[in-house]
Every structure is written in C-alpha cells, then in structure tokens.
C-alpha cells in the first residue's frame, strides 16, 4: 500500500517562505510524477507543480513559476515544494500527488495546511 506523508506546513507571513515535503512508501514504481495540488475553501483542488522521476522535468502552474521550485532528494522516495514569496492567495491544503506512469493511478497525501498571513 502506497503511504504519501507530507509536511512542513503552517503559518507565515506575507512574503515569507515556506517547505513542504512529501515521503513516499510502500512501493517503488518505474515510472512516475510527484507533484502538489492545492485546494483553498470553496474552491477545486489546483495543480501546482509537478517533477517526473526519471529525467527531472518540472512544471509549474502559471501563478506560482519564479516563486515555488520543485525537487527531490537523491533517492527519489521525498518531492519538496519550496515556496517563496508567499502570498495570501497561495493559502490551502497543500496535497502531494503521485501519479502512475503505466496505469495514470493518482495517490494522495492526507494534504497539509498553508496559512499567509497579509
């Protein structure tokens, strides 16, 4: 069973910085993403950023590039999400998303909270 555990959420003010992390365990895949959603209330959960495991691509959703920057360790069991810059619109539950390159089957973390203060 795949477990995503994520941290590193909490409080900061407007302009500060912020890292998430997301642990993955309980199985290795061959082919796959880790990213973050983000899903404030009232509104649909949003992608954010993204990295594929083989070759390092990133992407990014247009309100976070040159802010936020996606990586993982050597390993390739932890995805981080360092955001910088904060602003109070980028307050949400952050989730950490592995997606399955052969089967596109999409796991969840239990999602962290961003709060940005103004």
């Known amino acids: 069973q795949v477990q995503l555990v994520e941290s590193g959420g909490g409080l900061v003010q407007a302009g500060g910085s912020l890292r998430l992390s997301c642990a993955v365990a309980?199985?290795?895949?061959?082919?796959?993403?880790m990213g973050w959603y983000r899903q404030a209330p009232g509104k649909e959960r949003d992608f954010v950023a993204a990295?594929?495991?083989?070759?390092?691509?990133?992407s990014y959703a247009d309100s976070v590039k040159g802010r936020f920057t996606i990586s993982r360790d050597n390993a390739k069991t932890t995805v981080y999400l360092q955001m910088n810059s904060l602003k109070p619109e980028d307050a949400a539950i952050y989730y950490c998303?592995?997606?399955?390159?052969?089967?596109?089957?999409?796991?969840w973390g239990q999602g962290t909270q961003v709060t940005v203060s103004s």
């Open positions: 309980g199985r290795t895949f061959s082919n796959y993403y």
């Open positions: 998303n592995v997606r399955d390159g052969a089967t596109m089957y999409n796991y």
């Open positions: 990295i594929s495991w083989s070759a390092g691509r990133t």
